[in-house]
């Protein structure tokens, strides 16, 4: 299949099949493609976490309208911004490149002083804001690279962040839920998955100047 016919063939599936579990290795593949996703300057100011645990995914479902794909996906998979960009976060960062890399740390200064003022001009929201855009990214990443294992993902806005952050304790850990996406695999019943892809049609979507 061609990349655009993987884009068709992936939809927004509304009810998995709960018998149809992701292997170990299809999701250490997924996540590993999740984990090159680019973000600004390379910060990637989120962590993800992965639910498998059905008591978890019940309560998570609650806190989603009651959504059906919380609890038939075989895994959620839920984006969380981090709440506390700040100048150490920037500065184990600049640790990350040089042992990365093999560099000399001091190479890098002018690059985290950069960082270090971008991140000190922005207010607390505006910080929390571009840290939920940086996991959206991350979110793309995981729809596509979904779509080329064969592996179906529903992404969702639907439901209380701060129910999220509670049922997941993510507060302790400085971080607060973006967006998630159940994954598994569809339900022979779910009619969307014959559905067309309805879009903007191409003249009225692209601008070419
Ligand atoms: C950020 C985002 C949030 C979404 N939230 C929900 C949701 O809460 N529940 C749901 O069933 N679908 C949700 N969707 C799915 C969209 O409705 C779907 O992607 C869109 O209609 C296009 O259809 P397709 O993905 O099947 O091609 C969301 C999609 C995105 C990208």
């Not at 493609?33 to 300057?41: F, G, I, K, R």
Request: with cysteine.
């Amino acid at each position: 299949m061609s990349l655009i016919d993987k884009l068709n063939w992936r939809y927004a599936t509304k009810k998995f099949d709960a018998n149809k579990k992701i292997s170990p290795q299809q999701l250490a593949e997924l996540l590993a493609a999740v984990q090159l996703a680019p973000s600004s300057a390379g910060l990637q100011p989120y962590r993800i976490i992965i639910v498998s645990d059905p008591e978890v995914k019940a309560k998570l479902r609650d806190a989603a309208k009651g959504q059906q794909q919380l609890t038939t996906a075989s895994h959620v998979v839920v984006f969380a911004a981090e709440t506390n960009l700040d100048e150490a976060y920037v500065k184990r960062y600049i640790d990350l490149i040089a042992e990365t890399r093999g560099m000399d740390r001091t190479l890098l200064e002018a690059f985290e002083t950069n960082i270090i003022h971008n991140v000190n001009s922005k207010t607390e929201d505006v910080k929390i804001t571009w840290n939920h855009k940086q996991a959206y990214i991350a979110l793309g990443v995981l729809l596509s690279a979904a779509a080329d294992l064969n592996i179906d993902a529903c992404p969702m806005e639907g439901f209380e962040p701060g129910k999220f952050d509670e049922i997941l304790g993510l507060r302790e850990l400085g971080l607060t839920t973006s967006v998630i996406a159940p994954i598994g695999f569809r339900a022979e019943d779910d009619h969307l998955s014959k559905a067309k892809k309805v879009r903007r049609p191409t003249e009225e979507l692209f601008i070419h100047i």
